[in-house]
Each structure stands twice: as C-alpha cells, then as structure tokens.
Nanobody
Framework: QVQLVESGGGLVQAGGSLRLSCVAS????????MGWFRQAPGKEREFVAV????????QYADFVKGRFTISRDNAKNTVYLQMNSLKPEDTAVYYC????????????????????WGQGTQVTVSS
C-alpha cells in the first residue's frame, strides 16, 4: 500500500501553467501505474493521464493531449502533471491514484482500476 499526497494546485489565469506533484510513501511506489484524475463540481471524476510503472509509457485523455504532460521519478517516489495552456474548463480538484497489476490502458482510464487515492488539490483557472 502507498499513501499519496498531492500539491501544486492554485489559482491561475487562462493560458497559464501549473505543475502538480504527488508524493507517495511506501517502498512499492515503483511498481504502481500512476494516474491523474479530476473532478469538477457536480460532475463525475474523470481520467486525465496515466504513466506505466514498467516502461513509463503514458496515455492521456483527448481533452488534455498536447497541453498536459505526466511524468514520474521513482527515485523520489513522485509523479508529476505539468499543465500548460490552461483553460477555465480545467478547473477541478485533481487527484493522483495508484494501480497495481497489469491492466490495459482502457481499464486504467477508469476509477475502479485504482486502489490508492490522494486527497486532491484544487486547480482554478480564471478567464
């Protein structure tokens, strides 16, 4: 089991950038696929991006492709989400999550694939 703590959220103007970090406790972080999800008020939690533990391959939701970049540093037990060209519709609470096993990317886009969640960090983009 790992415990996850996100940071880096805040208020930014449209077109700006933020980098979210998620630090994991526990010695097994490097064996977890790590994902970012977000949840806006009144909406369901949705997939943003995921990075594999084994080969660092990534996958993104269509609405963030070309703007967001997920990365991980196993030596620091940290996964990042670099967010550029932010839009007001990116406003949400962002969560990192960890998944064990050998799931396909289709499954990793679902919240049910993840057994460990952080508490979330608020991102607000003003127009």
């Amino acid at each position: 089991q790992v415990q996850l703590v996100e940071s880096g959220g805040g208020l930014v103007q449209a077109g700006g950038s933020l980098r979210l970090s998620c630090v994991a406790s526990g010695r097994t972080f490097s064996s977890y696929d790590m994902g970012w999800f977000r949840q806006a008020p009144g909406k369901e939690r949705e997939f943003v991006a995921v990075v594999r533990w084994s080969n660092f391959v990534t996958q993104y939701a269509d609405f963030v492709k070309g703007r967001f970049t997920i990365s991980r540093d196993n030596a620091k037990n940290t996964v990042y989400l670099q967010m550029n060209s932010l839009k007001p519709e990116d406003t949400a609470v962002y969560y990192c999550a960890g998944s064990t096993g050998d799931a396909g990317f289709d499954y990793l886009a679902q919240t049910s694939a993840y057994s460990n969640w952080g508490q979330g960090t608020q991102v607000t983009v003003s127009s």
